[in-house]
C-alpha cells in the first residue's frame, strides 16, 4: 500500500521548522519560494508523525534521499511545485512522487535527449511532456537516483500510477513492485 497525501502549501501554516530547513528557506530567493518550502517540509513532519511514534530526525542516503534511522520500515518521498506538494509515504517499500506545474517546454526535445530513456519519441506537448517526465522522475526518486538514474530504463517490476493534482499540474508515484495498491489523502489546513 502506498498512502499519496495532497497538501495545498497556501492553506498550511504554523509548523516550527528544524533548523536546517529554516536555514535553507532563508536561501530562497522569494519569501513565498521560503514559505511554501517551509509548509512541505511542515507537512511532511506531521504527516510522518502519524505513521512513526519515533524521532523524526532524517539522514541522507547516498544520493540524498532522506530517511528516518529511527524508524528505517516507513519509506516517504516528498516532491512540490508552486501551491502544491504530494507526499508518498509506504511500509518497507521504496517509494517516489513528482509533480509538476504544467508550463511552456520550449526545450523539451533537448531534455528529452538529455534525460529520457533512449529511443523515447518526442512528447506531443507540454501536457504530455510532464505526465511522462513525472512518471519517470517518480520512478528514479524510489531508486533513490534522482536524476543520477535518467536516461536508463527501469529494470524490474514496477507500480507506476498517474495522480490526480488537480488542473495544471501532472503527477505520479511509483514504487518497485507490481500491482501495489494507491490510497489517496489530503493534508488539511488545520493539521
Known amino acids: ?61 547516498e544520493r540524498g534521499k532522506p530517511f528516518l534511522p529511527h524508524a528505517p520500515s516507513v519509506r516517504f518521498n516528498l516532491s512540490h511545485s508552486r501551491g502544491r506538494a504530494l507526499i508518498a509515504v509506504s511500509s518497507e517499500i521504496e517509494v517516489g512522487v513528482d509533480i509538476e506545474h504544467i508550463r511552456p517546454m520550449p526545450n523539451a526535445g533537448a531534455i ?28 528514479w526518486k524510489a531508486r533513490g537516483v534522482g536524476l543520477y538514474g535518467s536516461g536508463t530504463a527501469m529494470d524490474g517490476k514496477w507500480t507506476v500510477r498517474d495522480v490526480d493534482a488537480g488542473p495544471g499540474y501532472a503527477a505520479a508515484v511509483a514504487a518497485e513492485g507490481s500491482e501495489l495498491a494507491v490510497k489517496i489523502h489530503y493534508f488539511g489546513a488545520d493539521e
Request: charged residues 30%.
Open 112 to 139: 528529452v535527449e538529455r534525460y529520457f530513456p533512449p529511443g523515447e519519441p518526442i512528447p506531443v506537448d507540454e501536457v504530455d511532456f510532464f505526465r511522462r517526465w513525472t512518471r519517470m522522475e517518480a520512478q
Open 1 to 61: 500500500m502506498i498512502d499519496v497525501w495532497h497538501v495545498d502549501l497556501d492553506l498550511v501554516r504554523g509548523h516550527q521548522p528544524a533548523a536546517e530547513e529554516a536555514e535553507r528557506a532563508s536561501r530562497f530567493v522569494t519569501a513565498e519560494l521560503s514559505r511554501r518550502y517551509l509548509a512541505a517540509h511542515g507537512a511532511l513532519r506531521a504527516i510522518l508523525r502519524r505513521y512513526t511514534g519515533e524521532s523524526l530526525e532524517f539522514a541522507l542516503k
